[in-house]
T-cell receptor, first 114, second 112 residues
Framework: DVKVTQSSRYLVKRTGEKVFLECVQDMDHENMFWYRQDPGLGLRLIYFSYDVKMKEKGDIPEGYSVSREKKERFSLILESASTNQTSMYLC?????????????FGSGTQLSVL | GENVEQHPSTLSVQEGDSAVIKCTYSDSASNYFPWYKQELGKRPQLIIDIRSNVGEKKDQRIAVTLNKTAKHFSLHITETQPEDSAVYFCAARRGGGNKLTFGTGTQLKVEL
């Protein structure tokens, strides 16, 4: 079974702090994604990566950056955390083939910015 | 970019009844439409998907229909059971890309 592991389940940070959210997958997937989930807004794509060192902006990239130095690891960085970034963050990965596009999600990180 | 609208936001049905969730999309180049189920406190999981060359797909009690002309697709759950209670998300992906755009979710409650 594919395992997508997010480093923290709950995180509390202060406004202005630099925050790192880590995600690791163990199935050699090409694609990795960061979503945030807010009530009534669904899942919104922040950034995704289709290869090592490659990244593309999603729908809401402002205030975030990402890093993918190794295939299995995709990091989300909040350069200067703000209260409106309080949210549930979900990492996901997929095989990247045209016939198998299933997303495997991590269990999420609930980030609170005070 | 793609915009996916999902209705209703909440749906309550009696056990054994059918449930229907509807989504519309804006980008006519979208060709892949998955549905994800998220139980309370758990991660979203794929339950069924459909591609634009198919009008309908079934998997036991779950079916998805696609109307490309009208740019809408629907999830149908028959003989609902309490374990079907969850949030359901539809999504759409433009052909040739990796980016999935999700709807805002439907909270389905199956009452005994």
């Amino acid at each position: 079974d594919v395992k997508v592991t997010q480093s923290s389940r709950y995180l509390v940070k202060r406004t202005g702090e630099k925050v790192f959210l880590e995600c690791v997958q163990d199935m050699d997937h090409e694609n990795m994604f960061w979503y945030r989930q807010d009530p009534g807004l669904g899942l919104r794509l922040i950034y995704f990566s289709y290869d090592v060192k490659m990244k593309e902006k999603g729908d809401i990239p402002e205030g975030y950056s990402v890093s993918r130095e190794k295939k299995e690891r995709f990091s989300l960085i909040l350069e200067s955390a703000s209260t409106n970034q309080t949210s549930m963050y979900l990492c996901a990965s997929s095989e990247g083939s045209a016939t198998n596009e299933k997303l495997f999600f991590g269990s999420g990180t609930q980030l609170s910015v005070l | 970019g793609e915009n996916v609208e999902q209705h209703p936001s909440t749906l309550s049905v009696q056990e054994g009844d059918s449930a229907v969730i509807k989504c519309t999309y804006s980008d006519s180049a979208s060709n892949y439409f998955p549905w994800y189920k998220q139980e309370l406190g758990k991660r979203p999981q794929l339950i069924i998907d459909i591609r634009s060359n198919v009008g309908e797909k079934k998997d036991q009690r779950i079916a998805v229909t696609l109307n490309k002309t009208a740019k809408h697709f629907s999830l149908h759950i028959t003989e609902t059971q309490p374990e079907d209670s969850a949030v359901y998300f539809c999504a759409a992906r433009r052909g040739g890309g990796n980016k999935l755009t999700f709807g805002t979710g439907t909270q389905l409650k199956v009452e005994l």
